[in-house]
C-alpha cells in the first residue's frame, strides 16, 4: 500500500457511475446533502438535575453528502458505530434526520414517514442483518413475502397475489411451495432469500442492504451475492450497500464511501479505493484485511482504536491515530473534497500535498 | 490413525474423536471419527461453516461439553496422557495450566463482579505456586505485553471499563496466566473490528511465538488462518474433509469442498462477475447422506461417494478424504 496519489495513471481517473459517459450527468436517483442524525442519549431529567449534567447527543452522522445514480451499486465501508447503519435507515425513512435533506428520485423523502410518502415507500425497500429477527416467525413464507403487495395493492386478486409470492420465492432460488412454510424450516442463507423477496415484492427501485451477508457463512454468502448481482443486472435494481466486509465491498460495489465517526472520509470509485487509496483511514482499513495472500506473512497492525463518538476527538477524528496528522489537523475538520488522483477525500494532509 | 506432524511428538493428539448427542429422537453424531495432532508452538487451523463441528471439537478437548453432548468414542491425549477420561476435578486442574482458552465473546469469559487484576491473580495462584504479590506484578506484566497502557492502574479496572478489543487482550492475558501449553481460541476476532482484529491476531501470534505455546484456532474466517496457522483443517458435517500445510490447502486445495470454499470467498485483488458458488447447503445432523456427506453438493461426484464414506488419504503434501483421490 505505497501507492502515491501523485504518482497515479490517469487510468484512475473517476469513472463515477454510469452517468460520466454522455458528459452531462444525469439526476442522481438518491441524492444526500449534508444529513445528520443526532441521538439523544442524556440521563434521565432527575439525574441530569442533580448531578448537574447537561444534555449528551452522540452525533452518530454528521454532515454526509453523496448522490446514488440509477443502477449502480454505493457500498459504505466502516467500522461498529461510525454511521453507516444510520445513514441506511435515514435514506428509508426509519430515523427522520436532524438536519440535512434526503432526496430519492428529486423527491424530497421526508414525507416518507406520512402517509402521503406511500407511493415513495413502495421505490425503495431494505435488506436487514439478521434473518432470524427481520422475518416473523408466526407467518408463512408466501404471507411474509406478500406483505407489500397487499399493503401496496398491487394485485387485488387474494389468489394473484399467492401466486405472485411464489414466482417471487422461485425468483431468487426458492421453491414456489415453499410459500406454506414457515420461516424457521428454513437456514441463514434461505431466510436473506426471502428477505429478498419480501424486498422485491413492491417492485422496488432502489434496495438498501445493511449488512446482508454478516450473518452468513463464506459459502451461503457467495450464493447470496451472486443472487443479488444477477437480480440488479435483471430487474435493473440501484443499490446501497452496507458493509464492514471490504472484500465483498470490492465484489459488489461500482463505488465506495468510507466512513469514520459519522464522516465520510474518502468517496470513490472502486478501483481507486482498493488500487490507490489516499486517507489514510482507507490505507488502514485496507492494510488490516486478512487476505488469502498473507500466509506466513507478519505485519504491523496500527494502533488505537475507534474513539468513543460521545466525545470525539477535535478536528479530524481520525487525528489521533494518524501518522499524517499536524496541528491543522487537531483543529480544523477536513471537508470532502476533490482529490488529484480521483474521488473525494476529507484529508488535510492530502490537500497540502504531504502525502 | 495418528497423524504426523512436523516436529517430533505431538503436544496433543485427537483419535477417532466422536462427539454425540443423544435426543429423543435418535442419537445426532455432532463429530463424527476426527483424528489429528498439534505439535508444540504450533498453530492449527479448524475452518468449516457453522454447524460442522469445529467448536465442539474444541469443547470436547477441554472438557466443555454442553451435557447432553458427549464423547462417545476415541480419545484426546495430551503430553502422551488420556484426558478426555479424567473426572471433571482433576480435568478442572488441566484447564487454565496446561490447556488456555479463547472465546467469540470476551464479555462472557470475564467475570463482570471482579476486577481484571483479581481473575489473573486468581488465575494464577490457583494454578502455580506464586505468591499474592509476584501473582500482581506477573499480571501487570501480563497486561503489558497484551498491549494494555497504563497496566498498573488499568489491573484496579473492572471489565465493562475495558473496549471490546481491550477485553479480548484481557481475556488472551487470561489464558496465558499459567503458562498452559495450549490455547484453544474459538472465534477469538469474530466479534472484533478489522482494524482491532489485526492487533489481537499480531498479538497472539507473537505471545505464542515467545511463549511457544501451541494453539488450536478455530474459525470461519479464512483470512485469518491464512496469517495466522501453519497447518488447516476443514471440516464438514462433523468430519475433518481436508488437512494439511496452510499455503496448500489454500492454493492447491484437493477436496472439491475445500475448492469450493476457497473460490466462494471474494477476493481484495482479483475482480470477479460471479463467485464461485456452492449449491445447496450443509446437511443438518439427523439428515447427513449415506457415503461421503458431501456428495449431493459435488460437482465431481461418482458411484464410490454414494456409499461408502472416504478417509483422509495423503494427497500431495495434504491429506484429503476424497475418493478422486484413491484411483
Same mark, same amino acid.
Given at each position: 500500500m505505497s501507492a502515491l496519489p501523485a504518482g497515479l495513471s490517469p487510468s484512475a481517473a473517476p469513472a463515477s457511475g454510469p452517468a460520466a459517459a454522455d458528459g452531462r450527468a444525469p439526476a442522481p436517483l438518491v441524492d444526500l446533502t449534508d444529513v445528520a442524525k443526532y441521538f439523544d442519549v442524556s440521563a434521565p431529567w432527575l439525574n441530569r438535575v442533580l448531578e448537574r449534567q447537561g444534555r449528551r447527543l452522540l452525533h452518530a452522522v454528521d454532515g454526509v453528502t453523496f448522490q446514488i445514480h440509477a443502477g449502480e451499486t454505493l457500498a459504505l465501508v466502516g467500522e461498529s458505530g461510525c454511521g453507516k447503519s444510520t445513514i441506511a435507515r435515514l435514506i428509508v425513512g426509519l430515523y427522520a434526520p436532524t438536519r440535512g435533506m434526503i432526496r430519492f428520485d428529486g423527491q424530497d423523502t421526508s414525507i416518507l414517514r406520512a402517509a402521503a410518502g406511500r407511493t415513495l415507500r413502495r421505490r425503495l425497500q431494505m435488506i436487514f442483518q439478521d434473518p432470524y429477527a427481520s422475518l416473523n416467525p408466526r407467518w408463512t413464507v408466501g404471507d411474509i413475502v406478500a406483505e407489500p403487495i397487499r399493503a401496496h395493492e398491487l394485485i387485488q386478486d387474494k389468489a394473484a397475489v399467492l401466486d405472485r409470492a411464489g414466482e417471487l420465492l422461485s425468483h431468487v432460488g426458492?421453491?414456489?411451495?415453499?410459500?406454506?412454510?414457515?420461516?424457521?424450516?428454513?437456514s441463514g442463507g434461505q431466510r436473506q432469500r426471502i428477505s429478498i423477496a419480501r424486498a422485491l415484492a413492491s417492485n422496488p427501485e432502489f434496495l438498501v442492504c445493511d449488512e446482508p451477508t454478516s450473518a452468513l457463512d463464506v459459502s451461503v454468502q457467495a450464493q447470496v451475492l451472486n443472487l443479488m448481482k444477477d437480480l440488479q443486472r435483471e430487474l435493473k435494481l440501484t443499490y446501497l450497500f452496507i458493509s464492514h466486509n471490504l472484500a465483498v465491498v470490492h465484489h459488489i460495489a461500482d463505488r465506495v464511501g468510507v466512513m469514520y465517526l459519522g464522516r465520510i472520509v474518502e468517496l470513490a470509485d472502486k478501483r481507486t479505493i482498493f488500487g490507490a487509496p489516499q486517507h489514510p483511514y482507507t490505507r488502514m482499513l485496507l492494510d488490516a484485511v486478512p487476505d488469502l495472500n498473507m500466509t506466513g506473512k507478519s505485519r504491523t497492525p496500527v494502533a488505537g482504536e475507534v474513539p468513543n463518538p460521545l466525545n470525539p476527538p477535535s478536528g479530524c477524528t481520525f487525528h489521533p491515530r494518524c501518522?499524517?496528522?499536524?496541528e491543522r489537523c487537531k483543529t480544523e475538520i477536513p471537508l470532502l473534497k476533490q482529490a488529484p488522483a480521483g474521488g473525494e477525500v476529507a484529508c488535510h494532509a492530502i490537500e497540502e500535498r504531504r502525502i | 490413525m495418528a497423524q504426523t506432524t512436523p516436529g517430533?511428538? =505431538?503436544?496433543l493428539e485427537v483419535r477417532n474423536l466422536k462427539v454425540e448427542f443423544p435426543t429423543r429422537r435418535g442419537t445426532l453424531v455432532a463429530v463424527d471419527d476426527v483424528s489429528f495432532a498439534i505439535a508444540p508452538g504450533e498453530v492449527l487451523g479448524v475452518v468449516g461453516e457453522s454447524g460442522a463441528g469445529k467448536s465442539l471439537t474444541g469443547a470436547a478437548i477441554i472438557g466443555l461439553l454442553e451435557p447432553p453432548g458427549r464423547i462417545a468414542a476415541g480419545q484426546v491425549l495430551l503430553e502422551g496422557a488420556r484426558?478426555?477420561?479424567? =473426572?471433571p476435578e482433576a480435568m478442572r486442574k488441566i484447564r487454565g495450566r496446561k490447556i488456555g482458552a479463547i472465546f467469540q465473546d470476551p464479555l462472557t469469559s470475564l467475570n463482570p463482579l471482579y476486577s481484571v487484576g483479581r481473575q489473573l491473580i486468581e488465575t494464577m495462584q490457583t494454578h502455580l505456586d506464586i505468591s499474592a504479590g509476584a501473582a500482581k506484578q506477573r499480571a501487570i506484566e501480563l497486561l503489558q505485553s497484551t498491549g494494555i497502557q497504563a497496566a498498573q492502574q488499568r489491573i484496579e479496572h473492572y471489565p465493562h471499563q475495558f473496549s471490546g478489543g481491550m477485553r479480548q487482550r484481557v481475556v488472551i492475558a487470561l489464558a496465558l496466566a499459567a503458562e498452559p501449553k495450549l490455547i484453544i481460541a474459538d472465534e477469538p476476532t469474530t466479534a472484533l473490528d478489522v482494524s482491532i482484529q489485526a492487533q489481537i491476531i499480531a498479538l497472539l501470534k507473537k505471545l505464542c511465538r515467545e511463549h511457544r505455546t501451541a494453539v488450536m484456532l478455530v474459525t470461519h474466517d479464512m483470512g485469518v488462518i491464512a496469517e495466522t496457522a501453519d497447518r488447516v483443517a476443514v471440516m464438514y458435517a462433523g468430519r475433518i474433509v481436508e488437512i494439511g500445510p496452510v499455503a496448500d490447502v489454500i492454493h492447491r486445495p484437493e477436496h472439491p469442498y475445500t475448492v469450493g470454499l476457497m473460490g466462494s470467498i471474494p477476493s481484495l485483488v482479483t475482480e470477479t462477475e460471479r463467485l464461485a458458488q456452492i449449491d445447496g447447503a450443509m446437511p443438518r445432523l439427523n439428515a447427513i447422506p449415506a457415503g461421503c456427506a458431501f456428495n449431493p453438493r459435488c460437482t465431481r461426484v461418482f458411484e464410490r461417494c454414494r456409499s461408502e464414506r472416504p478417509n483422509l488419504i495423503p494427497v500431495n503434501t495434504t491429506q484429503a478424504a476424497c475418493w478422486l483421490h484413491a484411483r
Open positions: 426458492l421453491a414456489a411451495a415453499d410459500r406454506e412454510k414457515y420461516p424457521h424450516q428454513f501518522p499524517h496528522a499536524n | 517430533g511428538a =505431538p503436544l484426558i478426555d477420561n479424567l =473426572p
